[in-house]
């Protein structure tokens, strides 16, 4: 069966699950190994868990509050550390968030395979471009996808992502 396999941290623990109450320490490290249909690895990633937050989507961009182990949708402006929602994890809710690896995030307009990316004026979401130029540092497009429409699902890498601001701009 496909689907993520931790190698380290909580072992068995599904990392696209989402828990009604709190299972693990927030703050909670975990890696894992992505394996396909065929038994083959096929991406690995490092996710930390966490409380939800409201209207936290599969793929949201969250904020990561270090002083406390809190979430919160990332929006322009913000500094500091950032993670992408595995499953839609709501304020009531506990989860798992990506930091390292190949994720599935929101990022709105069209976007180039390995563009960079900014916080939006959109809460949870991430584009090529920002008003306030808050660039995500450690995240890149992973391919070439999204519409000018809509926020979409698109392939991203993550290394340990932050956010600052362009301070000149």
Known sequence: MAGWKT????????????????????????????????????????FTYQKGVASCALGSWVAINPDNDTVSLLGDAFRGGVAVATAATIASTWGWFQRTGKADALVEESVGDNAALFATTSAGEAGPTGSGLTEIIGAVAAAASGTSSAPTITHVELSYPVCCTNEAA
């Not at 190698?7 to 109450?21: F, K, N, R």
């Open 7 to 46: 190698i380290s941290g909580p072992l068995g623990t599904q990392i696209d699950q989402v828990d009604a109450a709190q299972v693990f320490q927030p703050g909670t490290a975990a890696c894992a190994v992505y394996v396909d249909s065929s038994d083959d690895v096929t991406l690995h990633g490092e």
